[in-house]
């Protein structure tokens, strides 16, 4: 049975692999980061806490010729006919507790730094006041609840976590963090995920 989750699940998959492909094009190593470095029973686990490991991105990357990495998160969510883009707010207070620059790469191939936004970047609004004011007190995010009260209240569907809203025009060409595609590397995001996928599923 396919369900909306795993739906969901496969096209962020599909994304991700697309950025893969997409970095490793303008010379950048790409591997696998976050709950996908871990045994089942302790992703499993974790999903039973409030840990900030819950909200690692997915890949690291890194320039060869340059010492330090950097975090990548794929978002597949950039084709949506909104103009924000939402992120929820342990993501971002993950990313600063990491101390590695964070990028969150949309499926249109455009990407914010997570230092752009957080704290003092270009946040449109948060899910509520409330969410906003405990994500500043505490950034280790103990203070955040699971689910926003004021998305309660209003009857809102969907998994109801604490979000800022940044507008997409902050977003920026990969061109302009990574660096040129390189001479010989060809269109492979043309190609689609199939060729993409680094398990040759
Ligand atoms: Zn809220």
New binding site residues.
């Given amino acids: 049975m396919s369900t909306g989750f795993q739906e969901r699940l496969a096209n962020g998959n599909a994304v991700e692999n697309a950025i893969t492909v997409d970095l490793q094009a303008r010379g950048v190593c790409v591997k696998k980061f976050g709950q996908a470095l871990l045994a089942p029973d302790v992703r499993d686990r974790l999903k039973t806490t409030q840990s900030l490991l819950r909200w690692l991105p997915d890949l690291a990357g890194w320039q060869p010729s340059k010492p330090g990495m950097f975090l990548i998160d794929a978002k597949a969510t950039m084709r949506r006919a909104t103009a924000n883009h939402s992120i929820e707010l342990r993501v971002l207070l993950a990313a600063r507790f990491t101390m590695l620059p964070t990028f969150y790469i949309c499926d249109d191939f455009r990407a914010l730094a997570a230092d752009d936004i957080w704290p003092d970047g270009p946040i449109l609004r948060?899910?509520?006041d409330?969410?906003?004011e405990k994500a500043l007190a505490d950034p280790t995010g103990r203070l955040l609840?699971s689910k926003?009260?004021?998305?309660a209240r209003r009857g809102g569907g969907g998994s109801g976590t604490?979000y800022a809203l940044v507008k997409k025009l902050h977003c920026r060409p990969l061109e302009s963090l990574f660096g040129p595609v390189m001479t010989g590397a060809g269109d492979r995001r043309s190609t689609g995920s199939t060729s993409s996928d680094p398990r040759g599923a």
């Fill in positions: 948060t899910c509520c409330g969410c906003w609840p926003c009260p004021e998305h604490p």
